[in-house]
């Protein structure tokens, strides 16, 4: 089964400084000898994945994401490199040919509902001893951007796009997220919580961001005339809570080996 969820490929290319800065600073606690095959767990347009291949200069990367658009800009993005492959699989189904050394995966796992199911599958794409290393929104995240959401959703304008609405997130604590790794058969686990925030320009520049990073599910169910203005309710809630147009993180991190 494909991920249903939709990205506009172009804008995240664009938008995603925040995620690309922190892919950057999670590869730093890779130790790799640079000959792994690696998977890249929602490689999104592959800005990541580069930095991923960079650390693995006789590797080579399955990069995988549940979204057609972005899919297709990671295959531009690698056209004519023969160490990275590119596929749209769900990660809730993943397979692969053979097992791998390395699975590394950043701003993803929180848009997958089943993290039992999730760590199943990845620990049975890994290799004996075989590592991930990933980061994803935990517990808290985006606190004060998801309280505005559901103010503006209950808004007269917009009230009856949303009816039947589930959340489309998953923002998992760190304890339960270790249980849940250990249960699917990893060991030194190591999980944890951090603050980050990401600063815009304006409001224009934040309303932009989070229609396309934050709001996805959202836009699906609007009418073309009515997401921006939806965005732009949830931005002006954001900047008047936080005095400013930011967006308060909190990272997951996870460190784990495949037991044998």
């Given at each position: ?36 095959a ?21 590797g080579?990367v ?7 658009a ?49 760590f ?50 998953n ?5 339960t997220?270790?249980?849940?790794l ?79």
């Amino acid at each position: 089964m494909i991920l249903a969820r939709e990205w506009n490929a172009g804008e995240y290319e664009e938008l995603s400084a925040p995620q690309t800065r922190w892919g950057a600073v999670v590869l730093e606690r890779l130790d790799a000898r640079g000959d792994e095959a690696a998977i890249d767990a929602g490689c999104g347009t592959g800005r990541v994945t580069e930095l991923l291949l960079a650390k693995l200069p006789e590797g080579s990367v399955l990069a995988v994401d549940g979204s057609e658009a972005m899919v297709e800009a990671a295959r531009r993005r690698f056209a004519g490199e023969p160490r990275v492959r590119v596929e749209r699989q769900d990660l809730l189904e993943l397979r692969v040919e053979e097992p791998v050394d390395l699975i590394f995966s950043t701003a993803t796992f929180h848009w997958i509902k089943d993290h039992e199911r999730l760590f199943e599958r990845l620990a049975r794409a890994l290799k004996p001893h075989g590592r991930l290393v990933a980061q994803c929104g935990g517990e808290g995240n985006i606190a004060r951007a998801t309280e505005a959401t559901k103010e503006t959703m209950e808004e007269e304008r917009f009230r009856q796009y949303f009816a039947g609405w589930e959340d489309d997130k998953n923002y998992a604590d760190a304890e339960t997220t270790a249980r849940r790794l250990e249960a699917a058969g990893f060991e030194e686990v190591k999980t944890w919580l951090h603050d980050e925030t990401a600063a815009f320009g304006s409001v224009d520049e934040l309303t932009r961001f989070i229609g396309t990073v934050v709001l996805g599910g959202h836009m699906e169910r609007l009418p073309e005339g009515e997401r921006e203005p939806f965005a732009a309710a949830v931005a002006g809630k954001i900047v008047a809570a936080e005095d400013a147009p930011a967006l308060r993180y909190v990272r997951l991190n996870i460190m784990a080996r495949r037991s044998a």
